[in-house]
């Protein structure tokens, strides 16, 4: 069962605006998140993270917003660029050793 | 260059033929992981490691076996490969799970 679900696979957005992803989780006792970001052929890089403590945490143009009681984690990117091009997982982790990761959204930001 | 290195990174083998994917870090990191990752599956974990000598299943270790003898080292052993273990392979280390993971370039396993 997907305790980590990235519903959307792909979002294309316009260089210059804004990408929203999204991801969900079902276990409430998830207490650190983060966002991955995936170019083909190589593996996941860290791109942001947040403590369930938090509702936002910014680095830049990457903000993470969480919201524990809607059990839903989005990553903002503003301003989109071509670069961003890539694949994205959110994460969860879980009794401190444990991460669970989603199934990826494919972002295209369009020049 | 501070890295996480698999090896290989493309691998072939048939039913039942044992063999092992090398991981290993440059960055003295404590906490050592696997995952391999599907369609429509994400990366699911399969061990975990702590430290030296502490490994601990993840979400799918059925089929595989680790080992932690060296803190750079985690190898992923497949026993005996069968073909739903056809996967992409990665292995992630940190210094502690309150730190992100840092992943290997990953490892594309076909059994037939």
């Known amino acids: 069962d997907q305790q980590v679900k990235q519903n959307s696979p792909s979002l294309s957005v316009q260089e210059g605006r804004i990408s929203i992803l999204n991801c969900d989780y079902t276990?409430?006792?998830?207490?650190?998140f983060l966002w991955y970001k995936k170019y083909p052929a190589e593996g996941p890089t860290f791109l942001i993270s947040i403590s369930s403590i938090k509702d936002k945490n910014e680095d830049g143009r990457f903000t993470v917003f969480l919201n524990k009681s809607a059990k839903h984690l989005s990553l903002h990117i503003v301003p989109s660029q071509p670069g961003d091009s890539a694949v994205y997982f959110c994460?969860?982790?879980?009794?401190?050793?444990?991460?669970?990761f989603g199934t990826g959204t494919s972002l295209t930001v369009i020049p | 260059e501070a890295q996480v290195t698999q090896n290989p990174r493309y691998l072939i083998t048939v039913t039942g033929k044992k063999l092992t994917v090398t991981c290993s870090q440059n960055m003295n990191h404590e906490y050592m992981s696997w995952y391999r990752q599907d369609p429509g599956l994400g990366l699911r974990q399969i061990y975990y490691?702590?430290?030296?000598?502490?490994?601990d299943k993840g979400d799918v270790p059925e089929g595989y076996k680790v080992s932690r003898k060296e803190k750079r080292n985690f190898p992923l052993i497949l026993e005996s490969p069968s073909p739903n273990q056809t996967s992409l392979y990665f292995c992630a280390s940190s210094f502690g799970t309150n730190s992100p993971l840092h992943f290997g370039n990953g490892t594309r396993l076909t059994v037939t």
């Open positions: 276990n409430s006792m998830f207490d650190y």
């Open positions: 490691s702590m430290n030296v000598e502490v490994t």
């Open positions: 994460a969860a982790r879980w009794r401190g050793n444990q991460f669970y």
